[in-house]
């Protein structure tokens, strides 16, 4: 395998250990008041871990981040299974961006009968999902154990380096114990992060048992959104609770509805804990596109889309929300860039239409 000089200046950048770093001038992606940060899932085509993660940010000029597990288990000692990078992906799925499900979307096919599910990819093997099922025991015991030393160390280290984590992904589960909700509220707060992130629930007991578990903890759980249900959907959750709030997606909900997601926006400002930022071009006419989750039209570079992100902006100043909207990452690195060049790109279009 060859690299081009940028490239090698990048693995050479992301193996300085974090500490090195810091003398540098801290970042800061606040621009007219609007608190622009990261989703670390926009990453995942690089080296994942805590420190690599951190030195993207401080590359990038991003000042806060919604950390997805994986980096923050990893850098804890989790013992996560074979083959998974820092963000997680199994190897079938880590492919150029724009090429992967959104965080928290199951795998592909992931539940589909016979010898391949719908996406393609072959059913496991009944000794495969035994060594599937170990591995998420020993994950599970561990999230039971580990102190939350090793979290409020990787807080400091961000924050020293001026970084803010605003936000923790770890999805709970019907399946998860009570003890394991607890540890994902407690990795929260050890984080400084004022709200969990999730997909949007479908089922009526999930939603509940989560909404009552932020209550129980009087912190937020805010859930990210793909254009399920329009309005009437958003309605459904946030009366569940008042520690429920949405992260809401404004590429992906114009990108399934054709819809402008400004008027949403202003009207649940006080439900919403973060905001998902990507340019979508939006459904086409003939409907395609629009069965589910993740439908509808193409991810683009920004700018070459036709999601209103200048005119959510600008509103975001204008109303002086304080919620910090994450650049996630998603539409295809074009040939002759990379991954860190194109987020600067999106971290210029925030700052131009914010100054």
């Not at 009968?113 to 999902?129: D, I, L, N, S, V």
């Not at 949007?200 to 129980?216: G, I």
């Not at 249900?229 to 959750?237: A, D, L, P, T």
Request: with cysteine; net charge positive; hydrophobic share 35%.
């Amino acid at each position: 395998m060859t690299f081009t000089r940028r490239e090698l200046g990048r693995i050479a950048l992301a193996s300085i250990p974090a500490g090195q770093v810091l003398a540098a001038a801290k970042p800061n992606s606040i621009f007219g008041g609007v608190r622009i940060g990261v989703i670390t899932y926009s990453f995942r085509a690089l080296p994942g871990s805590a420190e690599q993660t951190l030195n993207y940010c401080l590359e990038c000029g991003i000042s806060g981040v919604e950390m997805m597990s994986n980096v923050a288990e990893s850098y804890a000692g989790a013992p996560l299974p074979a083959g998974r990078g820092g963000f997680g992906q199994p190897p079938a799925r880590a492919g150029a961006a724009g090429s992967q499900a959104g965080p928290g979307q199951p795998p592909p096919g992931g539940a589909a009968g016979g010898a391949q599910g719908r996406g393609g990819r072959a059913q496991m093997t009944p000794e495969q999902q035994e060594a599937q099922r170990k591995a998420a025991e020993a994950l599970r015991e561990w999230r039971l154990s580990v102190s939350m030393d090793k979290y409020k160390a990787l807080r400091k280290m961000y924050e020293s380096a001026g970084v803010q984590i605003y936000a923790f992904k770890l999805p709970p589960t019907m399946q998860m114990s009570d003890d394991e909700y607890s540890y994902i509220w407690n990795v929260t707060e050890a984080l400084g992060a004022d709200h969990v992130t999730m997909e949007l629930p479908t089922d009526d007991a999930l939603l509940k048992r989560v909404a009552d578990f932020a209550a129980r903890r009087k912190l937020r759980i805010a859930f990210h959104t793909h254009g399920q249900g329009g309005e009437s959907g958003f309605e459904r959750v946030l009366a569940a609770s008042k520690y429920t709030a949405l992260n809401f997606d404004v590429g992906h909900f114009y990108g399934v509805n054709g819809l402008s997601p400004v008027p949403v926006m202003v009207k649940y400002h006080d439900r919403i804990a973060s905001l998902h930022l990507k340019d979508r071009k939006g459904p086409s006419s003939s409907g395609e596109g629009r069965g589910g989750p993740g439908g509808g039209g193409p991810n683009m570079p920004w700018g070459q889309g036709e999601t209103p992100l200048v005119e959510v902006l600008q509103t975001m100043k204008k109303n002086k929300y304080r919620f910090w909207a994450s650049i996630e990452y998603e539409y295809q690195t074009p040939e002759g860039s990379d991954v860190l060049t194109e987020i600067k790109k999106c971290v210029e279009f925030c700052r131009k239409a914010l100054t």
